[in-house]
């Protein structure tokens, strides 16, 4: 399944800090309604490592998202993962479409 190969590439990504994998990064923080959100961004065009690629016609990068929101002293942590049509040098795109994304879903 394509969301199993893009998490568990993304998932090693980032436990390797990165390392051998080309991508672009972006941050943001929102401290409103009494809540700290820290979200950060990552996107590759690495995909030369999915096996059914060609299926999915557009496809030139993975990003991820990590969201740690602090609410009354409780710290919750999420990742979720998306495909994109964007090459990793539009990072903050990749950030605005991500942000997009959720709040439809």
Sequence with gaps: MLHEEVKTFLDDALARAWRGVPHATYQTLDKEHGRH??????ITEQIDWLADKEQW??????????????VRGQVQTQRRYYTMPLRNSRSRMCADRCRRNAATT
């Excluded at 959100?37 to 990552?42: G, M, P, S, V």
């Excluded at 016609?57 to 602090?70: D, F, H, M, N």
């Design 57 to 70: 016609e557009g496809l030139r990068s993975v990003a991820v998202v990590e969201s740690v929101r602090t």
């Design 37 to 42: 959100e820290q979200r950060r961004y990552w």
